[in-house]
């Protein structure tokens, strides 16, 4: 992962942790979400997100969502190494597990400048 969008991937899983801690699960999984779209091309990262995933689904007793991390956690390394991740998705188990979803605007700049940049 390049170095901005590592920058804002941490980003994410800092507000993550915020919310995390004072119980705000609905925006905890808008930032695992958006960690995940910035993750899902680096194996380590994309099964951390996942890993988050499944522990904020057993905190908040989302029994639909703790059944639908774990092929999820399963596929997460296999999907980044063989890059069959499909791109934008979200990662929660609201979509499809192989569903690609278009990329939002902010964070679609960010992957294209990251992109676009020579160097780490």
Known sequence: MKKIVRLHYEKELSLYKQNYDFK??????EHL???HILGQFSWKD???VHIKMFT???RSRNVGEIIGQIPRLILAIPGSLLGKAPKGNIGSSKVGIFQPMSIPEDLKQIIE???NRKGP
Do not use: I, M, N, T
């Open 33 to 35: 979400e958006r960690a």
């Open 46 to 48: 994309h099964f951390f």
């Open 24 to 29: 705000s699960f609905e925006q905890c999984w």
């Open 113 to 115: 400048f990251d992109e």
């Open 56 to 58: 904020l689904a057993v």
